[in-house]
């Protein structure tokens, strides 16, 4: 079985990289006539982002032709999904129940084959978090019965969004973050799996990048903080003009991290408007930035964009609190554009050294936004 088979699922657009993340930008010491990046422009960049994992998830087990070698009759995850071969996972497939976590070795780890699934303490790291079963043989018509035609990848993350929302949202009450960093997951059959009857799915979380690969994560999602934000120093890769996942600052990417605020301490009560939010951070963000980068001029100086994120009604009823401080480079057209090291030092922009504007009358401190610039509430 292929590793893109096992780890990679379409996720919908709004979900595992939730549209809007990125709120509000504003620039440093910005230049009189300087556009800021957009709420609208932001909101559009991370959808196309959603997208594109969907499509990348879609081709990639679409084009597979199921499995593959050894494992020919085995499960595949998100979907993982059990055929009767009496190994160890399958076993550990078809007995896994609701809070039960499952993890196995990367196909890039094991020279692509997977016979060591295994059911594993949820303290220990582990790639997916059963949140319940699904058995289509239950359902009625002729769909999903004897010598039915295999669902496909666009067919089962159709059931996962049907059903499996529902169970993983019984499974954490009102604690599951919808935009946060973890994701909605379907472990179902293979097409040889399927042809030989096996019809049992399982419901659960996971934590995967945006091409849709899932990466380990320690400790059940009822017990941690779902917020959706980077350590300070994440570099975000970049693909043509949008963000990807974190690379080494070494690396182009779109953005780097340079704080994480927790709402919390500031409001401690209900949730704070989306306005009291930004008259929030665009202080402590600013001093995030002088601090992160050395210096007050150094953003200006830079050509950067300092933004936040901010926290939904969804995400504060779950219990997230974080949003991340960041810096990057807009692109007029939508977009980032191309950075390549640390904004601490010396910095490419698209492969040039960036060019300090002119210098800004005194008396201003903190950056101002433009009018408009954060979504309607």
């Given amino acids: ?17 939730p549209a809007g993340k990125k709120t509000l930008s504003v620039d440093a010491e910005r230049p009189a006539g300087k556009k800021t990046l957009s709420a609208t422009h932001t909101r559009r960049f991370l959808a196309a982002v959603a997208v594109g994992a969907v499509v990348a ?23 993982v999904g059990p055929a009767a071969t009496g190994s160890p996972r399958d076993d550990a497939f078809t007995s896994a129940a609701a809070g039960d976590c499952l993890d196995w070795t990367p196909a890039t780890e094991s020279g692509g084959e997977r016979t060591d699934m295994s059911k594993v303490s949820c303290d220990r790291p582990h790639r997916f978090e059963v949140a319940g079963p699904f058995d289509l043989s239950v359902f009625p018509g002729a769909e999903f019965g004897p010598g039915s035609r295999y669902p496909g990848a666009i067919r089962f993350a159709e059931l996962r969004d049907e059903h499996c929302t529902p169970v993983v949202t019984s499974y954490l009450g009102s604690g599951f973050d919808p935009k946060g960093k973890f994701s909605v997951g379907l472990m179902f059959p293979s097409e040889s799996g399927w042809a030989s009857g096996e019809r049992s799915l399982r419901c659960g979380l996971q934590y995967s990048t945006t ?34 996942d974190p690379v080494d600052c070494t690396q182009p990417h779109a953005y780097e991290v340079i704080s994480v605020i927790d709402l919390g301490t500031q409001f401690p009560g209900p949730m704070p408007s989306v306005e009291d939010q930004d008259r929030y951070l665009e202080g402590v963000c600013t001093q995030a930035s002088n601090e992160y980068l050395g210096s007050a001029d150094a953003l200006r100086n830079k050509t950067l964009t300092l933004f936040w994120d901010n926290v939904s009604l969804e995400s504060w009823l779950a219990g997230s609190r974080r949003v991340n401080c960041s810096v990057g480079k807009e692109v007029e057209t939508g977009g980032f554009s191309a950075i390549t090291g640390s904004a601490k030092g010396e910095i490419l922009i698209n492969g040039a050294a960036p060019i300090p504007p002119p210098a800004q009358p005194e008396g201003r401190s903190l950056p101002t936004p433009l009018p408009g610039a954060a979504p309607p509430s």
Avoid: H, Y
């Avoid at 780890?7 to 979900?15: S, V």
């Avoid at 941690?224 to 975000?236: E, F, R, Y």
């Fill in 211 to 244: 091409t849709g690969e899932l990466q380990s994560f320690a400790g059940r999602v009822a017990d941690q903080d779902q917020s959706n934000v980077w350590d300070a120093g994440t570099c975000i890769g970049i693909n043509g003009n949008l963000p990807t």
């Fill in 1 to 17: 079985m292929s590793e893109d088979e096992i780890e990679k699922t379409p996720q919908p657009a709004d979900a595992e990289r």
């Fill in 57 to 79: 998830a879609i081709v990639t087990i679409a084009i597979s032709g199921g499995l593959r070698g050894s494992d020919s009759a085995a499960p595949t995850i998100s979907g």
